[in-house]
């Protein structure tokens, strides 16, 4: 084998995270993106985000997919698009096995994401947390407000332009 050619050979989670991207993208077209299927965690996007909660449930509900469990929600701040995010970590547990991550996007400021609280209750909190510490806003969450920071603190301290106010209530916010 020469130097020029590469082991082409996927994965079993990568083959199966096609798989499973080829049947949201059969049902939902160019409101996805094409498929990241680096060997760590394959990934798409949503293109269309007010698709997102419908998608979330075809993907939880349809008998191939059945992405019955959401390992994790993060937030993500993409300065230099203007954007904000969320990545979620889908599986299949107890039936198919498969796993997969979905990004979704929407604007930095004033942007909004529907909630998928409903479709997995781990979101519920997850999605609280990335409206704490990034300042998205979940449409359609049952009860969204602060988790991890008082209900007055300023700003979002995540978000990678975010100035630590130099005191709270008086008292000497540390650096």
């Known amino acids: 084998m020469g130097e020029s050619q590469e082991n082409t ?24 993106s094409e498929l990241d299927d680096n060997p760590y965690m394959p990934f798409f996007e949503i293109e269309q985000v007010e698709l997102w909660r419908n998608i979330a449930l075809f993907m939880r509900d349809d008998p191939s997919l059945r992405f019955n469990y959401m390992a994790c929600l993060s937030g993500v701040d993409y300065p230099e698009e203007g954007k904000l995010g969320i990545v979620c970590n889908l599986e299949s547990l107890g039936q198919h096995g ?11 400021n004033g942007g909004t994401i529907p909630s998928v609280s409903k479709v997995w209750k781990t979101a519920d909190w997850h999605e609280r947390e990335a409206f704490d510490m990034y300042g998205m806003i979940f449409s359609g969450h049952p009860d969204l407000r602060r988790i991890l920071c008082p209900e007055d603190w300023e700003g979002y301290p995540l978000r990678k332009d975010y100035q630590v106010q130099e005191t709270y209530r008086g008292i000497k916010v540390p650096d």
Request: net charge positive; glycine share 2%; hydrophobic share 50%.
């Open 9 to 32: 050979v996927e994965s079993p989670e990568v083959v199966a995270a096609k798989a499973a991207w080829q049947v949201v993208r059969e049902k939902f077209g160019n409101a996805v």
């Open 98 to 108: 498969h796993k997969i991550a979905v990004k979704v996007k929407c604007d930095r």
